[in-house]
């Protein structure tokens, strides 16, 4: 997969298609993905499974694009989804509903209804109330709702703080020792069938140890949860795995599953895995051009045509992408800059004191690493139309969706009579 995005005599290629004549033809910013790239990812998960029962559920949050997602379903996979929008994409885009799991916080009436009717094979339950409302909403459709439990592990995920969530100060799942509670009352529910226990602890992890803390806490509760009578199908691990960005190393999908596995003890419940990033992350980039160089004497700055709007995640995080020009010269000789987009806010950066090749305007950059959270996290912020995004497939590419137009950015939006109307 590392090569997928490569440079052949210095410039950059996605597959067999040189990234220049696609920005010829769709114009800049755009995303651009490689099918190869998520389906050799998605093969690598589903291998190291081998016979062991699982489901991969790729997290729609990271990469919501239909193209992308039906390329997904057509490997069999299933959908981790955390609202009724994902759901209809999901659905849309060809996952069958008994593939799809629910997971999220604040789940409200009408998406667990949404959920409960199109037949989806669970929802991850946060908390009491979340519970009884599924029932009820069960009932009054006069059907059952599958559930597990999402519990909350307390185990520090070592990652950003805006990205961990199953350490007992976030918000997220149910305190381990509140759930076995729940499991009995759950099992005493109408319209509530149990099948299984979830956690997610986290994204962008590079250690494999917090995912096996928390599989140790699930499967203790597990043995408790046996005594009750109560017997689970699934259990469901989350997402989480990190990828290279920069100078981290991650373990490679093999390496998590295997680590899962080996802590199985010959358990055979059927694994579901969330992931998101290490699937999309390595599979897409930015491409975006030099509007203009500024040097202010003490600073330059390279401003392109993407902005935070596109890429939210260094302005966010302050997370690294690697940034390099889509036409690399021979011996360029490297200057620090600021590659910075159009937009009105000092945090409107993409990469800042970043050694690049010299640029002039009209050059093209690659951003890395923006296969995952990129598109998703966009916005129009400064009434800016979102970018394109393109994926290859071999010497073939399909603009997967058209650059927002002006017309888009005001849908929906209407002038009320009454202000025509003067005073
Ligand atoms: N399952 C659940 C319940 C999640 O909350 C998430 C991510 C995933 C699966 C997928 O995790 P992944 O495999 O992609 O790490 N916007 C942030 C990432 C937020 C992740 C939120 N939850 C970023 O750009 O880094």
């Not at 994204?203 to 599989?215: G, N, R, Y």
């Not at 899962?260 to 930015?286: F, Q, T, V, W």
Request: charged fraction near 25%; charge should be negative.
């Amino acid at each position: 997969m590392d090569n997928v995005f490569r440079y052949q005599e210095g410039e950059l290629f996605c597959e067999d298609v040189a990234v220049r004549d696609i920005a010829k033809q769709v114009g800049t910013p755009f995303f651009l993905y490689s099918s190869f790239a998520f389906c050799s990812r998605l093969n690598d998960y589903v291998k190291a499974f081998s016979d062991h029962p699982h489901l991969v559920c790729f997290a729609v949050k990271s990469n919501s694009n239909l193209a992308v997602l039906n390329l997904m379903a057509n490997q069999g996979t299933g959908a981790d989804i955390v609202s009724g929008g994902e759901l209809f994409r999901a659905l849309r885009s060809g996952f069958p509903a008994e593939r799809i799991v629910y997971s999220g916080v604040g789940k409200t009436v009408p998406e667990i209804r949404e959920a409960i009717a199109a037949g989806i094979l669970m929802f991850n339950v946060e908390s009491m109330q979340e519970l009884e409302e599924i029932s009820r909403q069960a009932m009054l459709l006069g059907k059952r709702a599958r559930i597990s439990f999402r519990v909350n592990p307390d185990v520090n995920p070592q990652t950003h703080p805006y990205i961990s969530t199953g350490l007992r100060k976030n918000k997220f799942g149910m305190p381990v020792d509140m759930a076995l509670e729940a499991y009995k009352i759950a099992k005493g529910m109408d319209g509530i069938d149990i099948i299984g226990i979830d956690c997610h602890i986290g994204s962008q992890l590079t250690d494999l140890s917090p995912f096996v803390d928390a599989l140790e806490r699930v499967k203790s509760l597990l043995v408790d949860l046996d005594s009750l009578g109560i017997r689970l199908d699934y259990i469901d691990i989350g997402g989480g795995l990190g990828i290279r960005y920069h100078e981290e190393s991650a373990p490679s999908p093999g390496e998590y599953v295997r680590a899962i596995l080996d802590h199985m003890d010959g358990l055979r419940h059927k694994i579901i895995i969330e992931p998101g990033r290490s699937i999309a992350g390595n599979a897409g980039i930015l491409v975006t051009s030099v509007i203009n160089i500024k040097d202010t004497g003490t600073k330059r700055f390279v401003i392109v045509d993407a902005a935070m709007n596109d890429l939210a995640r260094p302005s966010l995080y302050e997370a690294y992408h690697a940034i390099h020009p889509v036409c690399m010269e021979g011996n360029a000789a490297q200057v620090a800059v600021d590659i910075v987009g159009p937009i009105c806010e000092s945090g409107d950066f993409l990469a800042r004191d970043r050694l690049l090749p010299r640029v002039k305007k009209g050059d093209l950059l690659s951003v890395f690493s923006a296969g995952a959270y990129g598109f998703t996290m966009s916005s129009n912020y400064n009434s800016r139309p979102r970018a394109a995004e393109v994926m290859v497939r071999g010497k073939e590419f399909a603009v997967v969706r058209a650059r927002e137009t002006y017309d888009d950015l005001i849908k929906g939006e209407k002038i009320p009579d009454w202000t025509c109307k003067g005073s």
